[in-house]
């Protein structure tokens, strides 16, 4: 029960950071900045012919603005969601290259899994950049998509079709392996999907995260000098 909850967790935190170049308008737009654009442009207009015009627009944009605790607090919590996702991800790396929790496995089948990025995009996440989040039923159904949308991404098993995993320079390989010790090959072990910044073929020497899943992270070793 532990291995799968670890792997649900995983799965979990690898959708979140699918949604990291999601957040960052969200950010924008829960800072406030078009009530700031605004108001500079009123205050700009109110002290046209003022001797002393910068303190003035200050002044007068200073009275106009107010903080609103609850815009704050989202920006926050986008903020710190993408600096954790993030950390766990360059973590999962620095896990590989000090041989942390990891095991080493010989590829004897590689294929490059299609990651369909942009019907991801396009689909489900360029319409939720362009929602307004003003009216309450909007922001219901915003939370409502994104999390049938990770549902089924991890359901389906396409939690690798990540956009942002790909901008970071990360590739998924479906690999056959097997575990070679003293001489002795293990049996073969099909349809892991890896992802990794090396590029992986046939008589790789591989590291992965041990998980008991379908998915984890990988790093290249060297080549198999016995096959």
Not at 54 to 68: A, K, R
Not at 78 to 98: A, H, N
Request: proline share 2%; hydrophobic share 45%.
């Amino acid at each position: 029960l532990r291995g799968i909850g670890s792997t649900i967790k995983m799965k979990i935190k690898m959708y979140v950071l699918s949604l990291f170049f999601l957040f960052i308008p969200l950010i924008f737009y829960f800072s406030g900045i078009d009530d700031v654009w605004n108001v500079f442009t009123k205050a700009n207009g109110f002290c046209d012919g003022v001797s002393n015009r910068i303190v003035c627009i200050t002044g007068n944009m200073g009275n106009q603005l107010s903080l609103s605790v609850s815009r704050l607090c989202v920006c926050i919590f986008l903020v710190f969601l993408c600096g954790y996702t993030y950390w766990w991800y360059k973590r999962q790396l620095s896990f590989l290259d000090r041989g942390i929790t990891s095991a080493e496995v010989v590829v004897v089948g590689c294929e490059k899994e299609s990651t369909e990025y942009l019907s991801f995009l396009s689909t489900y996440i360029m319409p939720l950049v362009f929602t307004d989040l003003t009216k309450p039923s909007n922001v219901f159904n915003f939370i409502f998509i994104l999390v049938i949308v990770g549902f089924l991404h991890i359901k389906t098993r396409r939690i690798h079709s990540n956009p942002t995993l790909s901008l970071f320079g990360v590739s998924a390989y479906k690999i056959d392996y097997i575990i070679r010790v003293d001489g002795q090959d293990s049996d073969i072990t099909k349809g892991l999907i890896v992802l990794s910044k090396d590029e992986i073929s046939v008589k790789s020497v591989i590291r992965i995260i041990k998980k008991e899943d379908y998915i984890t992270f990988a790093k290249y070793i060297r080549n198999d000098s016995n096959g």
